[in-house]
């Protein structure tokens, strides 16, 4: 059974960092590209950042761009979302998932699967 299980999230100041993790088990994990997406209250679901299966590639949205970094260790079947210089607009739900192609994922449509999602809140 695939599972992807997030932790790290949190409620941090503007300013603030954090760092998340999402442990992945029941996939050969460095197979697939790996994804870092966020879901605020009424809003949809945007693609945060992106990592290649093979850690060579990332992507980001420019919203991040500069204070977010995607980072994965395959050994460990694990991705990394570390946060800095957070904002309250960053707040919502952060939740990853793997992709079926090789390269970063550029939209949330066709992940493989995805995990339940880590809160995070900034206040101002």
């Known amino acids: 059974q695939v599972q992807l299980t997030e932790s790290g999230g949190g409620s941090v100041q503007a300013g603030d960092s954090l760092r998340l993790s999402c442990a992945a088990s029941?996939?050969?994990?460095?197979?697939?590209?790996m994804g870092w997406f966020r879901q605020a209250p009424g809003k949809e679901r945007e693609l945060v950042a992106g990592?290649?299966?093979?850690?060579?590639?990332?992507s980001y949205s420019n919203s991040v761009k500069g204070r977010f970094t995607i980072s994965r260790d395959n050994a460990k079947s694990t991705v990394y979302l570390q946060m800095n210089s957070l904002k309250p607009e960053d707040a919502a739900a952060y939740l990853c998932?793997?992709?079926?192609?090789?390269?970063?994922?550029?939209?949330?449509?066709?992940?493989?699967?995805w995990g339940k999602g880590a809160p995070v809140t900034v206040s101002s």
């Open positions: 990592i290649s299966w093979n850690n060579d590639e990332t």
């Open positions: 998932a793997a992709g079926i192609v090789k390269r970063p994922p550029t939209s949330p449509n066709g992940m493989l699967c």
């Open positions: 029941g996939l050969t994990f460095n197979r697939y590209s």
